[in-house]
């Protein structure tokens, strides 16, 4: 077992690392996608490239809560359940559905988002298998979710159902999760009947920003971390801010220099802000 304050360091490490990622994650541009190049060494099929690197955030969480938890029907569940829900449509349905046959992703960004993946869910899995539904001392005690829950970890947890942060944290995950999926619906649907190519997308929340599917992520687990208020549940929040902020600023630029039509009015991320 990993003492609680080891594993408290562990993440606001990882918190750290973030933040000194984010000014350099703001100038280089990720090199897949449209942004894809070839100078970033060896490349692999763009569809075998994202199952690899994104099945360890499933698998981890998967055995480390299994493994962990006590098995009581508790609100644990509904946490692991949305995690679970979000993972297996990246994985096993949202590749499948792309139209991107013949795209390559790099080697390289691909182990770094291996990375990324397996220690984001070493730390999430860790938290909700071992410690939020810890019945001991030592590694139970964590500073993650509040006494008050961990209390009747023997139950639904009636106290916490009720509680403004979760009823905010689960409805800003399912609200997101609803934008991104319709937001990545319409950019599929755009390249109905054609093999390649990007068009202006129109429909929904395109109208005012760039990029809602990432502005729905963003919105995910900024709630995930809300409703869970768990350190592990910040640390993805923060690392998904610094990943898709300048990802999404990188998509805004290449469609304005793309495209001389496009909308004069669309910010990239926040409507009317950013």
Known sequence: MILKEHFNI??????GLAIVMFPLLLKVRAPYGRHASTRWGPVIDNRMGWFIMELPSLVLI???FLTGNKWDFNILWVFFGLWFIHYFNRIFIFPFRTRTKGKKIP??????????NLVNGFLNGYWLGYMAGSRGHGAGESAGMDLQIRATVGDYYTTWITDPRFIIGI?????GFIVNQVSDNHLIHLRNGKKSG?????????RYISCPNFAGELMEWTGFAIMTWSLPGLSFAVWTAVNLI???LHHHKWYRNTFPDYPGLRKALIPHIL
């Open 62 to 64: 998967t055995v480390l």
């Open 171 to 175: 409805t800003l995950f399912i609200t």
């Open 107 to 116: 080697v390289l960004v691909v182990f770094l988002a291996l990375f990324f």
């Open 10 to 15: 562990l993440v606001f490490a990882w918190i």
């Open 246 to 248: 300048p990802r999404a």
């Open 198 to 206: 990007y068009s202006i997308p129109s429909h929904t929340l395109f």
